[in-house]
């Protein structure tokens, strides 16, 4: 049984999930890319339908039905531009990965921590793949400063 803080943390975590699948949409449908980095953001965008869908089951009625407007608003500027796409998703990724990390300390219930720490593991990966693309410079992705999200 989830507490209302997990369903609430989770809920929120939910609506950045639906944000930035759709931000990966976005680009993935303007196909700016060819062949493997088109490959990689259609695969990075199942990522993020997946972690979305695990959110819905976890959460069942309770889940979240719209996507974080402002998430989803702020960066969809920031991918018109073919030259800003790697840089823009290495931001969200790295946004996504603290953010989490912020919910993952405060949940109570141990299924959803192993939930969310699964979706963690791998948005730090996007985060590496992404700054490896950018310069070659994995710290762009380890030594994240973003500022995470706040659940309201």
């Known amino acids: 049984m989830l507490s209302d803080l997990d369903i609430n943390l989770l809920a929120f975590a939910q609506t950045a999930e639906l944000a930035t699948r759709d931000l990966y949409l976005s680009v993935v449908n303007r196909a700016v890319m060819s062949g493997d980095e088109q490959a990689l953001l259609v695969l990075f965008h199942d990522h993020h339908v997946a972690y979305e869908q695990s959110l819905n089951g976890l959460l069942g009625k309770r889940a979240a039905l719209v996507r974080d407007e402002s998430l989803y608003a702020r960066f969809l500027v920031k991918l018109s531009n073919p030259e800003d796409i790697w ?3 290495l931001e969200i990724e790295n946004i996504l990965v603290t953010t989490h990390t912020a919910t993952l300390e405060r949940l109570e219930s141990a299924g959803a921590a192993g939930l969310i720490a699964s979706v963690i593991t791998v948005e730090a990966r996007h985060a590496a ?6 310069s070659g410079d994995l ?3 380890l ?6 999200l ?3």
């Open 87 to 89: 840089a823009t998703l």
């Open 143 to 148: 030594d994240n400063k973003t500022q995470a």
């Open 129 to 134: 793949i992404l700054a490896t693309l950018i």
């Open 150 to 152: 706040v659940a309201p």
């Open 139 to 141: 710290s762009l992705a």
